[in-house]
């Protein structure tokens, strides 16, 4: 079996997570800049063997597309065609950023390190991950 990676896409940054290779345990990987994911991806993806690519999903609370879903869409189809054997999924990403922040209350972390956007992020992926994992 190979690794789950999930994206929380975002303009700037985009944070990742992963699943051991067993599919069990969604884990925090990394945060990247988002100019620099598809060349940080060909080097991951030379080491590791991932069988699907899960991408997280915006929604407005009414289940229309968030705004965000217009930067989200040319990505999605830039990964199908770098990595056209790799299967894509989305997930319903709503909140994650809030619980991700709210995760780093509860965990007792100073607030100089919760200000940390990218850690936000891989949090966010994580979350992403989880659900998916959780409802598969």
């Known amino acids: 079996m190979g690794r789950i990676l999930a994206f929380d896409y975002g303009e700037k940054r985009t944070g990742l997570a992963v699943?051991?290779?067993l599919q069990i345990i969604a884990s925090g990987l990394t945060t990247v800049?988002?100019?620099?994911?598809?060349s940080f991806l060909t080097d991951y993806l030379k080491n590791e063997t991932v069988e699907l690519f899960i991408v997280g999903?915006?929604?407005q609370l009414n289940s229309k597309e968030s705004?965000?879903?217009q930067f989200i869409k040319p990505f999605i189809q830039k990964l199908k065609t770098t990595f056209p054997k790799i299967p894509i999924k989305r997930v319903d990403e709503r909140f994650t950023s809030k619980i991700a922040f709210e995760s780093m209350i509860q965990s007792g972390m100073k607030k100089k390190n919760r200000q940390n956007k990218a850690l936000i992020d891989e949090i966010s992926a994580t979350l992403i991950l989880q659900t998916y994992l959780q409802n598969k």
């Open 57 to 59: 999903e915006p929604k």
């Open 19 to 21: 699943t051991d290779e």
């Open 33 to 38: 800049a988002t100019k620099k994911i598809f």
């Open 67 to 69: 705004e965000s879903e």
